[in-house]
């Protein structure tokens, strides 16, 4: 049998050619393929507009005719940036 790369006449059952290294048969697995990451900066970015709005709504409940609300709503906003930073500190130690 010869080389596919090379052209050297190597054995019949060899696995590679022991000259140039290259393999006889094809691959019987592909890799996994590489999936891009998403840019970590936005959701932290995202997180951190929540938290400014949050404390927005905060300061804006101290004027405001029903306070309640507003703070209900603050809280919301807070807790929406609280859980977007502990699933980002979860997914990253995976």
């Known amino acids: 049998m010869q080389c596919r790369h090379c052209g050297t006449e190597i054995a019949d059952k060899a696995i590679v050619c022991y000259r140039c290294g290259t393999a006889t048969t094809?691959?019987?697995r592909r890799p996994v393929p590489v999936v891009a990451r998403r840019n970590p900066l936005l959701?932290?970015?995202?997180?951190?507009?929540?938290?400014?709005?949050?404390?927005y709504m905060g300061y804006a409940s101290q004027t405001a005719?029903?306070?309640?609300?507003w703070r209900v709503?603050?809280?919301?906003l807070a807790g929406a940036a609280?859980?977007?930073v502990i699933l980002?500190?979860?997914r990253r130690r995976r």
């Open 26 to 28: 094809d691959p019987v």
């Open 65 to 69: 005719a029903q306070p309640d609300r």
């Open 73 to 76: 709503v603050a809280g919301v």
């Open 43 to 55: 959701s932290l970015l995202v997180a951190a507009m929540l938290v400014l709005l949050a404390l």
């Open 88 to 90: 980002r500190l979860v």
């Open 82 to 84: 609280l859980m977007i």
